[in-house]
């Protein structure tokens, strides 16, 4: 027994190394491919090498990527905003139908997973640029560690709006400072600095900072207390005060009810949320079926016939105002939750 | 026990002829395990060439210089053969630490986490993902190993102070086991979001991602030492399958090498623990299954558990990489998924024999 036992490292390499001899043994092997030689060009503004700063660790990028993988909705749409379709060879980690504006780009880009991707499943989309909205899959349990990515030559990019130093809140840290705009212009500033494409992402930052600038400029709701509910009807995850929410509520003037927890999605009881007698409800509209009261329609039907939250002012008189999840997360669908919010203003602000 | 009264009375072959046919089955195995970790390596989500995967491995165990992409190269040699051969040491050295466990407490439901083990590595995880104790220096494993052994600590204690023998360490175990649940739970409900939590419990389930080649020489050292210090007390678990008293008046230092083999396979749970999560179903039912196809000897029943938990987790992990991909299914899910069926099979396939 214990012969055998000591011969069993030496054993197994040989066995391994005969098997595959004798299964491959005369195929010979295969010529490694050379890097495309069609190189998509960018504008020519930013000068490799390049370093940045991102997420308390700085990244360096030789040349321009030419096959990026977006492990994010945000960041695929960024992405996409940008341009950059034609250097994208993969996506992944979907939560809502892409924005109908750049659905014709994505088209394009294969979907490599509706959720995370394995690490293989990434390799084998041959990446050289890897980007991420959350930290997560760059943690332990995620797709791979930005090191490891490193190993093969693959850089990588994680959101600033995920990042405080060099902790990612979606990894499992937590903010102490609140999220700014700033935060959701620099990720745009700094791909298109990347992938030399800056032209375009000032314009698109412009663009956005138009918009935002308007919808914000007509609407001040006047410090009207607020409840943004995500998701989930036995402990409602709710808007803490350093995230999206808050910003969404600093933006319009409402006035967050649970601006002082410092989670982004702290979850709450029902309890909490009556006595806080919030006068508007922001209402997550989630395109998922995961938890009861994702959709809109089912939590309108839970706060109109919930013993408890049947009789606040603000149900009874039909104060809602309905956002996508993307519109609610830090994204450049931001934008388009301040237009949102803008718009309930202007029609129903002033009635309580 | 039954088992081996019936096989006492059939034909009887000589002890030269047992021990050289015990040793050609256990080459077999070895060699079958071999085979299936290479067969692993060529299998995955991503499209590379066997051509592509036999020059890794030569490049890496021969020194060959063969080019191949860096990609092809990461794929075969630093994420499938990483895997699998871990997957293969989980397996060996769970089964390994349920045979030992369900001999020492005479109890067919012992698994390696029946003393505390897992839930003691999920605390100590989930104190350093979710609390982050420690500030980032220790990760989850050294988090889930110091928890593993803590737990298993005081499992012992209170083993030693409440009653003596099998059944009172079996009950401190599942006080152990719900004690440090409920710490867990607690410490997930009082400070941790969903995604804090979502990473820690996943890998909680049992979960090969990532693994490396420092965790292999990990997994395979730990579980060879195991192995060793089993088959070395082979006959003393033998002799505990009839009791304390039976054993002691053959010869064994019950107490103690009861403590000294509960220690090396809470040593060598909380390494694996540590390493790939609580991966379930391995380590209390693959020594019934070897049970049943070598009888109650733990000469023989030892070496077949190790390497049925080897193939059993190499393919059982093979399988649910390349079947659920682009996402992988977590192994503890597949441990069961494919093994019930597969065990209940056995058992049918017994029975009607008998």
């Not at chain 1, 931001?334 to 718009?343: P, Q, S």
């Not at chain 2, 871990?86 to 012992?110: D, E, F, H, I, T």
């Not at chain 2, 109650?296 to 049925?308: A, D, G, S």
Request: aromatic share 6%.
């Amino acid at each position: 027994m214990l012969r055998s036992r000591a011969a069993r490292p030496p054993l197994v390499a040989g066995v391994v190394a005969l098997a595959l001899l004798a299964l491959t043994g005369c195929g010979a092997s295969e010529a490694v491919p050379q890097a495309t030689g069609t190189a998509t060009a960018g504008e020519g503004t930013t000068s490799y090498p390049l370093t940045i700063e991102d997420c308390g660790r700085r990244v360096t990028v030789e040349s321009a990527p030419q096959r990026i993988v977006s492990l994010d909705q945000n960041s695929t749409e960024i992405l996409l905003s940008l341009g950059l379709a034609d250097r994208m060879v993969g996506t992944a980690s979907w939560t809502d139908p892409v924005l109908p504006s750049l659905a014709a780009a994505n088209e394009r880009v294969p979907r490599l997973s509706d959720n995370a991707p394995t690490y293989e499943v990434l390799l084998d989309a041959r990446p050289d640029f890897v980007t991420a909205s959350f930290g997560r899959h760059y943690g332990q349990g995620g797709v791979a560690s930005r090191e490891r990515l490193a190993e093969t030559g693959i850089g990588s990019y994680l959101s600033p709006t995920d990042c405080e130093g060099d902790v990612s809140i979606n990894g499992g840290g937590k903010r102490t400072q609140a999220l700014t705009t700033a935060q959701l212009y620099r990720e745009i500033h700094d791909l298109a600095e990347v992938f030399d494409v800056q032209r375009r992402g000032d314009a698109l930052v412009a663009e956005l900072r138009a918009r935002a600038e308007a919808a914000t400029a007509r609407t001040d709701l006047d410090g009207q207390r607020a409840f943004f509910w995500f998701a989930d009807t036995k402990t409602p995850y709710v808007a803490g005060g350093l995230g999206s929410g808050q910003l969404l509520a600093d933006e319009t003037g409402l006035d967050n009810v649970f601006r002082s927890s410092r989670d982004d999605w702290p979850a709450v009881g029902w309890e909490q949320v009556v006595a806080a007698d919030p006068q508007v409800i922001v209402l997550g509209d989630l395109q998922r079926d995961r938890f009861p009261g994702d959709r809109l329609d089912d939590k309108i039907a839970f706060l109109e016939h919930d013993p408890l939250t049947k009789d606040l002012d603000a149900v009874r008189n039909h104060r809602f105002v309905a956002l996508h999840g993307a519109e609610l997360n830090p994204s450049i669908r931001f934008v388009d939750g301040l237009e949102k919010i803008a718009r309930w203003s202007a029609e129903h602000g002033d009635d309580r | 026990m039954s088992t081996a009264l019936r096989r006492g009375v059939g034909w009887r072959p000589s002890p030269l002829a047992r021990s050289l046919v015990v040793t050609g089955a256990v080459l077999v195995g070895v060699v079958a395990v071999a085979l299936s970790v290479g067969a692993a390596a060529t299998l995955g989500p991503a499209d590379v060439s066997l051509v592509n995967v036999r020059d890794v491995l030569l490049n890496h165990l021969g020194s060959a210089q063969i080019p191949v992409t860096v990609t092809d190269d990461a794929i075969v040699w630093q994420e499938r053969l990483p895997r699998a051969l871990v997957a293969a040491a989980s397996g060996a050295g769970l089964g390994l630490c349920g045979v030992v466990l369900q001999a020492l407490l005479r109890n067919p439901l012992a698994d390696p986490f029946v003393l505390g083990v897992s839930s003691g590595a999920s605390t100590g995880a989930v104190l350093i993902g979710v609390l982050g104790v420690g500030g980032g220096a220790l990760g989850l494993s050294s988090g889930a190993f110091v928890g593993a052994l803590l737990a298993f600590g005081l499992v012992l204690l209170l083993a030693r102070y409440t009653s003596n023998g099998s059944q009172g360490i079996v009950l401190a175990g599942v006080a152990g086991t719900h004690l440090f649940s409920a710490v867990t739970s607690f410490v997930v409900f009082a400070f941790a979001d969903a995604d804090a939590t979502r990473g820690v419990m996943f890998w909680l389930l049992g979960s090969l991602e990532g693994m490396r080649w420092p965790q292999v020489w990990l997994a395979v050292g730990t579980v060879t030492v195991g192995a060793v210090v089993t088959l070395v007390a082979a006959r003393s678990l033998d002799a505990f399958a009839f009791g304390d008293d039976v054993a002691a008046s053959l010869g064994v230092h019950v107490q103690r090498t009861r403590v000294l083999l509960l220690v090396a396979t809470a040593l060598l749970t909380a390494v694996l623990v540590s390493i790939a999560g609580a991966i379930g179903f391995v380590g209390l039912v693959l020594p019934h299954a070897a049970r049943l196809l070598v009888g109650e000897r733990h000469r023989r029943v030892v070496p077949v558990t190790i390497l049925l938990g080897a193939l059993f987790m190499t393919w059982v992990d093979t399988v649910s990489r390349v079947a659920f991909q682009p996402t992988a299914l977590p192994v503890g899910v597949g441990t069961a998924l494919v093994g019930v069926p597969a065990f209940v099979a056995l058992l049918v396939h017994r029975r009607s024999r008998s």
